[in-house]
């Protein structure tokens, strides 16, 4: 093999070809001839990819590696460490965008000609987007390494990475090489969910031409947001960014040029000991700092000008994040800060959070359902703030926003509605927040109320919005609850109508087998893995034709249409390239199978569904009607120890490959008739489900009716 050859893992193997690791082992056990690891560990070995791309194509498994994971395992494989790959990578992405003429002369010029020019060439592209702070960058570009390689080492990636840039545009490109260097190093970094952060900027509302500032910026997800919060035609006029990490800083830097004209400044350092931007005075910070550091700076920092509202305990290194991002705003800017639902009522905090009270500087505190941001355990909120202006009285409320009841059955982000929790907090903040004062501020049993500063300045200032939030209006007037309870009776009375009958049992059956890879090769059935990545902020108009949907991983475990908008093809937030792609629809007929998780979910796509797109994490399965039934099909994928010798274990996360489930073969007279028994059950099944969500709101509305006084005991 070639010195720098580039190496692929099983995981990325599985991609390049489009299956599951599992299907990865069982090759590399099943096939002699499949390459053998020229690298790596025991546990995770890696291969050359130009034998796996020759095996996998010898195999019919493969047509060509994708340009992008061609030029991803060039990047990952790079001398250099791959956070500086990545930054070169960057720097010449910005090259192409802001300088495109200057580039295509570059690449016009023989290999050796083009190392002595670019370093030029990229100085004064860094020079005009990031002023002084361009030097960590340079030195990123001309830094030799242990292998006496430095930027001509990185010349063989440039041509494949102008060609992808060529395919997917510079930014789109860099999204995708950095989404998947975040992906590889996810333990390392905490990153802000797309949903909040997309939140807590149209919060801040940045104004046209404004100054937005991270403190803890790590990826820069915060400042992505503002960038492209621009509907109402506002661009930020400076984006800010700092963090403790030198790789991630420059790393978003370059995040930050490639998304937005306006001017970067980027730096690494300790933001509470080192503030990087001491005299800057932004319109609005937005920040999700490290929650329960205990060095934070403490000892060194008792006199420091920031702590305005009262000096932080060791304990309270939110508060010191709350008090840095109120010291960098000017007067009447806004910060928005996600926090540990600890910050709102601890005692060593009060005294603290009584100052911000008494100066109109805390504004809003919103409660988030768990699983909105990480830690997911913890229902976090978001503080948001603003820097008082000379000469004006403060606030006399504050507003409180509870969120929690939309967390969705079970909790969880997987079962989050965000667009509803999105929906909810702005419905509350928006009038609160209006400056002309004629909005309407309504108190919002559930959701939202804007409580007199007075009423909290008690011993305790406990912020907490449960506790100040009145409790949501559950329907339990009488007339509603008897509409529920006779829903329920005509729901039972069907269950008992569609309950199966007893059937006849005996000795279990010893099928011929076939499993879904032979049938596929067969051309019995088609298998299609789900593309679409579901952008977190925006939710569809009620009017949103199923096309315009995608079928998600959460709609097919709870038996829900399609709920997802589905995403501009010109946008890639989830870096992956997933917007590149043409989406898989789904048809009538079709049979659905989330690979994730395990559980035994199946579903049978009928008309209403038709249409829709299919959502990453489901794996579509196309029958031939002449060859295989899809009821028949569904039903028995839904086996357990079927699913089970099909799921790999392999990782904290169960993953099912669907090419090893297994049918009976049996004529397709017979796949009838088990196909009509599986579609009982799945009515029966849809009934019970909906039996249990009305049998729950009946008795809760009951229990709050008969507590609040609505419903009488007798």
């Known amino acids: 093999m070639p010195e720098n050859a580039s190496e692929v893992t099983a ?46 194509r010898s195999q ?82 001309t830094e030799h390494h242990t292998d006496g390689q430095g930027l001509p080492a990185f010349v063989p990636l440039l041509r494949p990475l102008a060609e992808l840039a060529a395919e997917l545009g510079p930014r789109n490109t860099y999204e995708f090489l950095l989404g998947r260097y975040l992906d590889v190093n996810l333990r390392q970094y905490t990153l802000t969910p797309p949903g909040p952060a997309a939140l807590m900027a149209r919060i801040a509302d940045l104004p046209a031409g404004g100054v937005a500032l991270d403190p803890a910026a790590g990826a820069g997800h915060l400042l992505c947001a503002v960038a492209t919060s621009d509907e109402r035609g506002k661009t930020p006029g400076a984006l800010y960014a700092q963090d403790l990490d030198p790789d991630l800083t420059a790393l978003t830097a370059l995040r930050l040029a490639l998304l937005s004209d306006a001017p970067v400044r980027a730096r690494a350092a300790d933001t509470l000991r080192a503030d990087a931007f001491p005299d800057t005075a932004a319109d609005a910070v937005l920040c999700h700092p490290p929650f329960n550091e205990r060095n934070w700076g403490h000892d060194e920092l008792a006199y420091d000008p920031r702590w305005e509202y009262g000096f932080p305990a060791r304990t309270e290194s939110e508060l010191a994040w709350v008090q840095h991002a109120l010291a960098r705003l000017r007067p009447g800017g806004t910060a928005v800060l996600l926090m540990p639902p600890a910050a709102a009522s601890r005692r060593s905090g009060r005294r603290i959070r009584a100052g911000l009270l008494r100066r109109g500087a805390l504004r809003a505190v919103i409660a988030l359902p768990a699983g909105a941001a990480p830690p997911y355990g913890i229902p976090l ?66 959701a939202g109320r804007a409580v007199p500063v007075i009423e909290l300045l008690d011993d305790d200032i406990d912020l907490a919005p449960a506790r100040h939030v009145p409790p949501a209006t559950t329907g339990a007037d009488a007339d509603d609850l008897l509409r529920v309870r006779d829903r329920l009776t005509d729901t039972l009375q069907l269950t008992a109508e569609l309950t199966p009958a007893p059937a006849v049992t005996g000795q279990p059956t010893p099928w011929p087998a076939t499993t879904l890879g032979e049938l596929a090769r067969a051309g019995a059935l088609t298998i299609r893995a789900g593309n679409v990545t579901v952008p977190a902020p925006t939710p569809p108009a009620p009017a949103t034709p199923t096309h315009a949907r995608v079928l998600t991983e959460q709609d097919v475990l709870t038996g829900a249409p399609p709920s997802a908008p589905l995403p501009d093809p010109s946008a890639d937030p989830s870096g992956t390239g997933d917007a590149e792609r043409e989406p898989v629809r789904v048809e009538a007929g079709d049979v659905v199978v989330p690979v994730l998780g395990q559980g035994s979910v199946v579903r049978v796509v009928d008309e209403s569904t038709a249409g829709a797109a299919l959502g990453r994490n489901l794996q579509l399965l196309r029958p031939d009607p002449a060859a295989l039934d899809p009821w028949f099909l569904a039903g028995f994928l839904r086996a357990t120890a079927n699913t089970r010798q099909a799921s790999s274990y392999a990782s904290t996360a169960t993953r099912l490959d669907v090419r090893r489930l297994q049918l009976p073969r049996i004529s397709l007279v017979d796949q009838r008739q088990y196909g009509e028994r599986f579609r009982a059950l799945s009515a029966f099944e849809d009934a019970l489900r909906l039996a249990g969500r009305l049998g729950e709101q009946l008795v809760q509305g009951l229990y709050d009716g008969l507590t609040d006084g609505t419903v009488r005991p007798r």
């Open 11 to 56: 995981a990325g193997i599985a991609r390049l070809a489009g299956v599951g690791r599992a299907a990865v082992s069982n090759w590399r056990r099943r096939h002699p001839d499949f390459p053998k690891p020229v690298g790596g560990t025991e546990t995770s070995p890696s291969f050359a990819l130009a034998d796996v791309e020759g095996w996998l």
């Open 60 to 141: 019919g498994k493969l047509a060509e590696v994708p340009l992008r994971e061609r030029v991803w395992q060039q990047l990952a494989d790079h001398p250099a460490t791959t956070a500086t790959a990545l930054v070169r990578v960057g720097c010449v992405l910005l090259l192409v965008r802001d300088r495109p003429t200057t580039w295509q002369e570059l690449t016009a010029l023989p290999d050796g000609r083009m190392v002595e020019l670019l370093p030029t060439a990229l100085e004064q592209t860094l020079a005009a987007r990031f002023g002084e702070d361009r030097t960590p960058l340079l030195h990123r570009l």
């Open 381 to 446: 909120h978001l503080w948001v703030l603003r820097k008082p202006e000379p000469h004006q009285p403060p606030a006399p409320e504050l507003l409180f926003v509870d969120t929690a009841e939309l967390a969705g059955s079970g909790g969880g982000r997987d079962k989050l509605d965000w667009p509803a929790v999105q929906h909810a907090v702005l419905d509350a903040w928006l009038p609160f927040d209006d400056p002309t004062g004629t909005a309407p501020t309504t108190e919002r049993a559930g």
